[in-house]
């Protein structure tokens, strides 16, 4: 796919790596809706990449009903859509059985429901509206490029909810794409290692140095703009498909 007709739906996109996928596409040619519950950094976000390449939807991704819509509406606005990028997330962090008693139900199934399930919703409702683009070059309609974690593989202690809800991310990817081969659009996950995000940003300076060191090679944390770049190349290389990429220095989680 030619950059510069990338028409992308990008959730968790005003901040992060979705915002670096963002600024990616729209550097290129590209138009892109950013899907978040985040209007201050919305504003901000849609600034810097200029109101005729970028537009802000208030979207809960767990929402059915709202992501439909808000499909529909960034479809109509740049006048088509053939990219979604699944960066949208939460940490769901905490210890099954905590200090304060077994974590409550409600936190792993949040996880999920944003994680996970978010990201099927998506990937739905923008394959629904894909299927009906006209073939390009090998017939194809559209990615859908969803982001899982390291995590997914080998999750830490107090990383269960989330661990378990990449896990799914990774495990649905060869499905859709096996399904959506018949309407032309492709399906592939980039699992991510240690990445400098608004997750990490919390962290103390010492932790986050601790977790450069880390790293095999390079020792460092990942950079946004290397995120984006595997998604630019995974929305031009039409061969890319069904598979997940470990995006992560060669790092692998110990235990805790």
């Given at each position: 796919m ?10 968790g ?6 915002f670096a996928?963002?600024r ?15 209007p201050e ?26 992501v ?12 088509g859509l053939?990219?979604a ?10 210890r099954?059985?905590?200090?304060d ?6 936190r ?8 996970l399930?978010g ?8 394959a ?9 070059e090998?017939?194809?309609r ?5 982001t899982?974690?390291?995590?997914a ?8 909810a989330?661990?378990a ?7 649905m ?10 309407i ?6 980039i ?5 400098h995000?608004?997750m990490?940003?919390?962290?103390p ?17 990942g ?16 061969y890319?498909?069904?598979?997940v990429?470990r995006l ?7 235990p805790?």
């Amino acid at each position: 796919m030619n950059p510069a007709q990338v028409k992308a739906v990008i959730t968790g996109g005003v901040s992060g790596l979705g915002f670096a996928v963002a600024r990616r596409f729209v550097s290129d040619g590209g138009r892109v809706a950013l899907f978040d519950v985040n209007p201050e950094k919305a504003e901000a976000a849609v600034a810097e990449l200029g109101a005729e390449s970028a537009r802000f939807f208030p979207v809960d991704v767990s929402s059915e009903t709202a992501v439909v819509e808000a499909v529909s509406a960034a479809a109509d606005w740049m006048s088509g859509l053939n990219v979604a990028v699944n960066c949208a997330g939460i940490l769901g962090a905490g210890r099954v059985l905590g200090r304060d008693g077994p974590m409550p139900l409600e936190r792993f199934s949040a996880t999920v429901m944003v994680n996970l399930v978010g990201s099927f919703n998506v990937a739905k409702a923008a394959a629904d509206s894909m299927q009906h683009n006209e073939p390009g070059e090998d017939g194809e309609r559209g990615v859908i490029i969803n982001t899982a974690s390291i995590a997914a593989f080998e999750g830490q202690i107090g990383q269960a909810a989330y661990s378990a809800s990449k896990g799914g991310v990774v495990g649905m990817t060869l499905p859709l794409a096996r399904e959506f081969a018949r309407i032309g659009v492709r399906v592939m996950t980039i699992a991510p290692g240690v990445f400098h995000t608004p997750m990490v940003d919390v962290m103390p300076e010492s932790v986050q140095q601790a977790l450069g060191e880390s790293i095999p090679f390079p020792k460092r944390l990942g950079r946004g703009e290397e995120f984006a770049d595997l998604a630019a190349h995974i929305v031009a290389n039409r061969y890319y498909n069904g598979s997940v990429v470990r995006l992560d220095g060669a790092v692998r989680l110990e235990p805790k």
